[in-house]
């Protein structure tokens, strides 16, 4: 039992205490807000009681006896509570109410607009409490002539420009990942973390607007002042570098590693670890400038590099490496989950939903005052009610009964 | 002038008051300063007086009378103080302990390692100041078998499972931006501001420790999961979509665009607004499973797609478009510039550097209370020296001429 709050959790991290609110669908917002509940905030996951969030039946499913209990949302709804509650009903919008009054953030990834017409726009939660953050995650953000468009993460890396850096000249791609999604997370957790030491301070919340173009367009490096400074505009590489050979993905005896001699010193190691010493003073190779040409780089230098990788797994290229210069084995997702240094990091972390055991990845927010992700789990639709509308908010069996009557809840 | 510190720069948004001395280089250190720096904290870049951040020379470069500015590190560097330290000398690591004692925050990216060689390991620091947060960003974090190895993006990328599942099945590519940098640097400011309230309530700082594998694994999506559920590994889909068709990239009149019918409704949306309404009913096409059947979509689906984004260009497609389907421009980084969206939410912003005006990313953290990265500045190297040694730490004349003249500053 939190005595702050009243909320009937233990809960440990930096962020004990905060109670936030968590509106959220799908990816971004669920994921912002599990950030959050990782380092200790209690988070509320609300739901509509008829339209739970839709990844609860997102793959992978697991599960005996036919049951499908999905891993996905397990992995992204981890150390939440969860109610159920319907918003668009007078009695709903109520209960929302009296938990902003005692809560410190509201996350939500509604489309824009939604939020008022539920009547439950910013300046309605300000009144209810004046410190009360606001974290909307939109795909295009609460303002501007493009903030009706729905939030695809496909937009995102499209319209923010990173789709056209991304693979090769000839089929720019989208990222292998929902990094639009991803991404807007991210930059609402840090935008709610700031906003609170604010309402820490002053009693005053904020309304963080977070948008996926906006935060795609933010990881694109110095794509937008190169642009505005040269106008040059910045293409895919695919598995080169605009200025480092040699450089890429190399095969090996059993797949596949990434080397870069990003420096002349870098060249040397590698050719001091792979017993080609005589090639330091080569007079063809011997500076970044000469490897660089494209000649002399296909001729002589993509052979050497093929060869030294060619000759070993990525297991013993990995340890002959060591410290000295850039290589890595390109591993696939089975070879992360069995490296022994992403273990010692509790990058993979074991997480219950249903009574179904899952493994998922681990935050990589690691503090030495410790966090709380380890053997958490996810919630069930409504699975808290009663510890949040009678324990916290003090609501009577009566009154539980009637919205639950009433479909409110 | 700011009461409460004593340094001299009047700073506005939610982290105003909050020092943090920077010691970082390139990407990932500075990138997390510079976001904490736009919300308002005064930031004190410190740099080696004759070993600076390298990436003050990094392209783009620009300026009058041959002179080479840099935007890369005016984006990057924006609305920090600079000054000069030689860390290393007895009166530079003092001078520095004397900051952390009136400091909140220290962001390092070193090798794991170096601050204890210079005697400012964690212990050292809260010594002087129990309160201080130490954030360390590297390549693989500050314990485990691979801590020793160096930063390198491509590295995170490969090592952290990312690169397996980019570009296409043939050929994964490492992701065309230096994500393993960026998500770094992101989290690392979610947990310099998560210790950051911890600190603030019961005066004890923490140690954050970040890994660029750590960041690059929390990006994969449910690839992780889906593997310790199912066996199943994730490979790269190239511009398909796993389970929806029609999906991908679609040549248009000026371009390309995406198009992406994630559902049924999707797709008669799209069918309408291309005036296709019979193909709504088709009984050939008329769900998503008929229309995922590989060779209904190759010979029926594809074609329909094809002509309908042919007939126009990317702004007549985005305009029909409007919220009720997903498509959206493929845009290049000039596009994005130019899109008055991208500019209302002041994505594109001036920061002057040197003299030299630049046009940089904005924040992605919109704010309504408010934030200070518009017309920003970065720093010379020791260009504050005076504000902070003089005005901050009390220095006289004398003992800044003493550690000029022992070149400690």
């Not at 039992?1 to 971004?28: C, F, H, K, Q, Y």
């Amino acid at each position: 039992m939190n005595n702050e709050t009243g909320i009937p959790v233990a809960r440990s991290g930096p962020l004990t205490g905060v109670v936030i609110l968590d509106l959220t669908r799908v990816v971004a917002g669920p994921y912002c807000a599990m950030l959050l509940a990782d380092m200790g905030a209690t988070v509320i996951k609300i739901e509509h009681p008829q339209d739970p969030d839709l990844t609860r039946e997102f793959p992978p499913l697991q599960g005996a006896d036919g049951n499908a209990i999905s891993g996905f949302f397990a992995q992204y709804n981890r150390n939440k509570m969860a109610v159920s509650l319907n918003l668009k009903q007078p009695a709903g919008r109520q209960t929302f109410l009296d938990m902003v009054r005692k809560a410190h953030i509201v996350i939500e990834n509604f489309r824009p607009g939604t939020m008022e017409k539920l009547s439950l726009d910013y300046a309605t939660l300000t009144e209810a409490n004046p410190a009360i953050i606001l974290t909307s995650i939109s795909g295009f953000g609460q303002q501007g002539p493009n903030a009706p468009r729905p939030a695809f993460d496909s937009s995102a890396q499209a319209s923010g420009g990173l789709w056209s850096m991304n693979g090769t000249v000839e089929e720019p791609m989208r990222v292998g990942t929902v990094l639009g999604d991803l991404s807007a997370a991210l930059y609402g957790a840090i935008g709610t973390l700031a906003a609170l030491r604010e309402a820490d301070r002053t009693g005053h919340g904020q309304w963080v607007d977070i948008s996926q173009q906006d935060s795609i367009i933010s990881l694109t490096e110095n794509a937008l002042v190169t642009y505005t400074a040269t106008g040059k505009i910045t293409v895919p590489e695919g598995n080169g570098h605009p200025f480092v050979k040699p450089y890429g993905r190399y095969a090996c005896k059993d797949g596949y590693v990434f080397f870069g001699a990003y420096t002349d010193k870098f060249w040397r190691e590698a050719c001091i670890v792979f017993g080609d010493e005589a090639l330091i003073t080569d007079p063809e190779i011997d500076t970044m400038a000469k490897r660089f040409n494209p000649d002399v780089h296909d001729r002589r230098v993509k052979p050497i590099v093929e060869g030294w990788c060619a000759r070993h797994t990525k297991a013993e290229l990995e340890a002959m490496t060591g410290a000295r210069f850039p290589l890595s084995p390109i591993k696939g997702i089975d070879e992360v989950v069995a490296d022994p240094h992403v273990r010692q990091r509790d990058m993979v972390i074991p997480v219950q939903y249903q009574g179904v055991d899952f493994e998922v990845f681990g935050n990589p927010v690691k503090l030495s005052g410790g966090t709380c992700e380890q053997h958490a789990s996810a919630p069930g639709v409504g699975q808290d009610n009663e510890a949040i509308y009678a324990g916290w908010l003090g609501k009577d069996e009566d009154e539980l009964e009637t919205l639950r009557r009433n479909g409110v809840i």
